[in-house]
């Protein structure tokens, strides 16, 4: 039997394959929404849907599990700080999502560790002495622990596109409501629900705008939470103008075309400056894939010919 087929029926196939689904099912539960862990509840009430009741009993023991984890010294208070913050910016808040993170990272460092193991001594490539076995077991445990920040760095990298890309619709449309005679309240609320469908990430974080706003003694305080909750520039820019239009009473309308057209400004500049980089960017491709190939193209018959002329 070939070692392709000896390591594919060994039992390192199986624990690769436990691995992709445990962090499959952990980026799933991690990033449901709200409304499912309503829907949850609801079906538990049914007798007919035991299947889905029990996966419900089942995310709920995994993240408790993580949650005792996390209270545990194993974790840190440093590192649980960076998590909680890294959940947040990729716009996954609640304890539940915390406990099921860091249960998705132990699982991982624990599998990637075993599974590495079992790798190397399937393949006969696993390292002479006690030392190097344990640099291999704790890299490779490090890196299981580490790749549900990879994917929650990059959720996050895409809620913050999403959001910058957002805000310049938000403003036009925010124009419109309210030269039609709503407030700034009502009109945060219609486009909440209006862009909903084209954005939802800035649909929901103006959801919770509109909710803190109703809430908090001041309105300040809600566009102050946003630009915190969004850490962008440009976001915490239009909320200081907002802020600033209602303290001192200037026109609203007027205020937010003027940002609306700050902002598609800025948008373009952007598009130009990714445009400018293209040149360089494509440089390296150049000379790695076309050049060798012109070269080839165009020096071949020479160095054919001067071949010839020596071998004759």
Known sequence: MSPFLTLLLSPVTLVAILLALTATLGILLITRSSSRRIADRLTELSPNVAGVSALSVGRRRFG???QKLAATPLIGSNELVKVVAALADAGIRGQ???GLFIATKTTLALGASVGC???LQQLGMMPDGFGMQAVVEIGSALLGW???DVVVSRLAVRRRDMLRSGI???LDLLVICVETGLGLEQALDRVSRDIAVANPVIAEELAKTVAEIRVLPQM???FDNFAKRSRLPAIKSVMTTLIQTI???TPLAQSLRVLSGDMRAHRMLEIEERAARLPVLLTIPLIMFILPCLFIVLGGPAVLQVMTSFKG
């Open 168 to 170: 310049a619709d938000v």
């Open 64 to 66: 408790a599990l993580g």
């Open 247 to 249: 303290q001192y009473g």
């Open 146 to 148: 580490r790749l549900p």
């Open 96 to 98: 539940d999502k915390l």
């Open 220 to 222: 300040r305080d809600a």
């Open 117 to 119: 193991w079992l790798a």
